[in-house]
T-cell receptor, first 114, second 118 residues
Framework: AQTVTQSQPEMSVQEAETVTLSCTYD???????LFWYKQPPSRQMILVIR??????QNATENRFSVNFQKAAKSFSLKISDSQLGDAAMYFC???????????FGTGTSLTVIP | GAVVSQHPSWVICKSGTSVKIECRSL??????MFWYRQFPKQSLMLMAT?????????EQGVEKDKFLINHASLTLSTLTVTSAHPEDSSFYIC??????????????FGPGTRLTVL
């Protein structure tokens, strides 16, 4: 089975600053999807950004961008101009193109300091 | 985006009783739904995959007789925790996958149900 590793259990960032959350994964597949999900205190899982492995270009969604390094199996999330509302648990997830199952990392708790 | 609801959002029950949790896709049909369990400050663990009109597929270590899943329609899946015990207390999250999207399809998550077994 694929494994997803988030080595930073907790991170903090000053409001308006930039923070990068790390994620690595292990797979033998050549095509797959990678996701970052946000889980605020409400516990509702919210999709932040998605990357398709066959695309070399890094995905970007407003203040959120990823650094996808396929050879290194790394998928980090950069949050620019951090806002108080960005405070949440962030989960990195992997999904095979052919499969249904999501493999989640252990999560990174992000604190935004006013 | 697609909306998935769960009911109830919070339930307390006595040990030995059964609890049913509903997961509904409100504006799309979901041939496949997923049930996750999340302990405090931990990640989501997939319990089972629910397919409309067929038996659910359970992950290794999940007792199918304890966690009964029924996906009777394209918009509703239910998870019944039978003979609940305190160790079943957890946060249960469902997600649904819309059909007909070949690449990049994602799962839409419900808001979760907090189960507390006394």
């Amino acid at each position: 089975a694929q494994t997803v590793t988030q080595s930073q259990p907790e991170m903090s960032v000053q409001e308006a600053e930039t923070v990068t959350l790390s994620c690595t994964y292990d797979t033998s597949e050549s095509d797959y999807y990678l996701f970052w999900y946000k889980q605020p205190p409400s516990r509702q899982m919210i999709l932040v950004i998605r990357q398709e492995a066959y695309k070399q270009q890094n995905a970007t969604e407003n203040r959120f961008s990823v650094n996808f390094q396929k050879a290194a199996k790394s998928f980090s999330l950069k949050i620019s101009d951090s806002q108080l509302g960005d405070a949440a648990m962030y989960f990195c997830a992997y999904r095979s193109v052919t499969g249904n199952q999501f493999y989640f990392g252990t999560g990174t708790s992000l604190t935004v300091i006013p | 985006g697609a909306v998935v609801s769960q009911h109830p959002s919070w339930v307390i029950c006595k040990s030995g009783t059964s609890v049913k949790i509903e997961c509904r896709s409100l504006d799309f049909q979901a041939t496949t739904m997923f049930w996750y369990r999340q302990f405090p400050k931990q990640s989501l663990m997939l319990m089972a995959t629910s397919n409309e009109g067929s038996k659910a597929t359970y992950e290794q270590g999940v007792e199918k007789d304890k966690f009964l899943i029924n996906h009777a329609s394209l918009t509703l899946s239910t998870l019944t925790v039978t003979s609940a015990h305190p160790e079943d207390s957890s946060f249960y999250i469902c997600s649904a996958r819309p059909p007909g999207r070949v690449r990049g399809n994602e799962q839409f998550f419900g808001p979760g149900t907090r189960l507390t077994v006394l």
